[in-house]
Structure formats: C-alpha cells, structure tokens
C-alpha cells in the first residue's frame, strides 16, 4: 500500500495517469452515442440522387429470385423513394435471369417499369454461345458487364453482387 501512495505523487506517474484518462475520454466522445430503439438506419440526403448496379453472375431460380428480390428491396426503402437508380447487369451463367420462357418476365417488365435498367453483357452471349433472340426482347445488350459496372461505380453508384443462396427457401 505504501508504494501506491508513494506513486501517487510522483509526476511522472501523475501524467501518465493524466494521459491514460485523456485518451479514454478522447476514445468514448469519438463513439456513436445510441440509444436502444432510438436509430432508425442512415439518412438519404434528399438532394441527392443515388445509383446502385445489381451484377448477377449465376444462374438458378435461387439466385435470381434472391438479386430480384434485393433490387425490389431497394427500391421500396422509404429513404431513397424517387432518389435512386438502379441496373442489373447480368454475365456469365446470369444470363438466365433474361432467358425467354423462365419465369420472370413479369417481374422483369415490372421492374422495369420502375425504372430499372436491365442489361446484359454481350461478351457473355459471343463466349457462351448465347443467341440474342433466345433472351427477351426488351434487354439491352452492353459491350462487356465488367466495363458497365466500373462505368458505373466511376459515377458513384454502389456494387451490389447478391450471392446465390445456400438453399432454394433462402
């Protein structure tokens, strides 16, 4: 005990002290304060328009239905009604997401009455061996999937790339 009190007065002791407190209170004031049920997420800013280009890269009904369901998600976050703009890109074994007769034209012509861009990577249709008319007719073909996304990121908008599911019930 003796030495602890002797410590106490010692000024080498009293400013590491004084450092050690400095640095914790520096630490706690830079923390987020929150309280439970008092955040609700980020805010959009309102004057600002957002961008988000969905990559599919799978095929399956899983995967599509879980990239489908996202972009719907997305576009019905109160935060970012009438602010946002988004694509799906599809490349690779994606291309199914386009194939006609799948079983996703409706919900393809409905998101795209949102406004949702819907493209397709024409290296994947030379590579694949894909005919174009095997796809609906209401995609747009883009040059490479890779060059749309950097374009695409290079203005901003945010890289979403949902993974398939590990089961078909999500």
């Given at each position: 005990m003796a030495a602890d009190w002797q410590s106490f007065g010692d000024p080498i002791m009293l400013k590491k002290q004084t450092l050690t407190l400095a640095f914790i209170s520096a630490t706690l004031a830079a923390m987020p304060v929150t309280h439970a049920g008092t955040f609700h997420g980020a805010q959009a800013n309102p004057h600002r328009e957002y961008g988000a280009i969905f990559q599919i890269d799978n095929g399956g009904n899983g995967a599509i239905k879980k990239t489908l369901n996202n972009i719907e998600n997305l576009l019905h976050d109160p935060r970012l009604k009438g602010h946002i703009k988004i694509e799906l890109i599809a490349n690779?074994?994606?291309?199914?997401?386009?194939?006609?007769?799948?079983?996703?034209?409706?919900?393809?012509?409905?998101?795209?009455?949102?406004?949702?861009?819907?493209?397709?990577?024409?290296?994947?249709?030379?590579?694949?061996?894909?005919?174009?008319?095997?796809?609906?007719?209401?995609?747009?073909?883009?040059?490479?999937?890779?060059g749309e996304i950097t374009i695409r990121e290079s203005e901003g908008w945010a890289y979403i790339h949902p993974g398939a599911p590990h089961h078909e019930g999500f």
């Open positions: 690779s074994k994606g291309f199914d997401v386009y194939v006609k007769g799948n079983g996703f034209r409706r919900k393809l012509k409905e998101l795209q009455h949102q406004g949702v861009i819907l493209a397709q990577c024409g290296n994947t249709l030379r590579e694949l061996h894909v005919n174009r008319h095997d796809l609906y007719p209401f995609i747009t073909v883009v040059p490479s999937g890779v």
